[in-house]
């Protein structure tokens, strides 16, 4: 990784990203979280992990985690809306390592964007051009689980490469833009009034919530790749999350659900399996398989013009 991506990643420049989020909304302040969620250290005595998080009238949460180890560095950033406002979410996940990167970057949709062209056509249309020149720069990852799929926007960046100077170099003004981007829907957005409306917005964070707090633990319960999994934990021991390694389970598990993804005991009580029951096992337990439905969308299933064409897209 170079030292671009290296930094894109790090603690202080997203301090930056806070004071470009600070000229678009000036009462951004400190989340109540911050107190208790700021810096650890991992059970290895070495790696570590920062976290920051705001909110703003329109901003329920903005939080960052970084984890940088030696072999590793994980870069979570996102921005949830108050459920006032139907504003996607802001999110990037970043995981790398030497020579490997894993990226999903995107407007996350509040709403089904696959079924509802009013809330597409609200967000997307205008970003298609932003969204079109960095899934060039940034070809798709090829396939992954298919439930992800309904998380996405059509300007997605899902990409997995190794590391050069112009793809970092692509990333770090994808990150860029498509922060702005954000920034400016957040500027145009006016608040819902309607009852019905707010929780609609409220249900539909909650589920997505819901997704990635179970998604985090198992997908970080990397299988793959083992070699990597070695190398960091120095044995041979897959299938344990990454997380979980790091930082035992109980704190691994309270770092999801009142930091990454806070917001799930408060926005909604419906449970994963209420939510996404294909992943319930006969004996009632949640399936650890990262996917029921098997991984699919070996290219991008969105054409350019931000039509869902599923399986069928021609490759990007
Ligand atoms: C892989 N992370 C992935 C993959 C996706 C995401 C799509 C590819 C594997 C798959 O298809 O599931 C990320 N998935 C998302 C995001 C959404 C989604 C952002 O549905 C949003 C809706 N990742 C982390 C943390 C770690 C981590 C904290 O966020 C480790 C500490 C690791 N993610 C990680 C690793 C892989 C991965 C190691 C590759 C291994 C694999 O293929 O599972």
Known sequence: MNRQLRELCSHNEMKSFVVETKTHTTLLVPSPLQDKYNALIANDGKTELQMLSYQAPKIRLLRSMNIQSELMQVFDFAVFPNP???????????????????????LNPLHDVISQRYYKDKYYKNLMPLGLKYA?????????????????????????????????????????????????????????????????????????????????????????????????????????????????????????????????????????LDYFPEYCCEDGAINEKRSIVGKSFESRPWNSSGEFVGNNSEAN
């Open 84 to 106: 006032e406002f139907d504003l996607p979410i802001f999110c990037a996940n970043f995981f790398t390592t030497a020579n490997k990167n894993i990226i999903v970057l995107d």
């Open 136 to 272: 060039k720069l940034l070809p798709w990852g090829g396939k992954l689980t298919s439930e992800s799929i309904k998380f996405f926007s059509p300007i997605v960046i899902w990409a997995k490469f190794t590391s050069s100077q112009d793809k970092n170099d692509a990333l770090y003004s994808a990150f860029m833009e498509y922060y702005k981007a954000w920034l400016a829907l957040m500027d145009q957005s006016i608040e819902e009034k309607d009852v019905s409306q707010i929780k609609r917005n409220c249900e539909a964070q909650h589920r997505y919530l819901t997704w990635r707090a179970e998604k985090t633990f198992t997908t970080s319960s990397i299988i793959y790749p083992t070699h990597l999994v070695n190398a960091i934990f120095n044995k041979q021991d897959p299938g344990h999350g990454v997380l979980k390694k790091l930082f035992g389970e109980t704190l691994a598990k309270d770092l999801l659900r009142n930091f990454l993804f806070s917001g799930i005991d408060e926005l909604g009580s419906k449970k994963f």
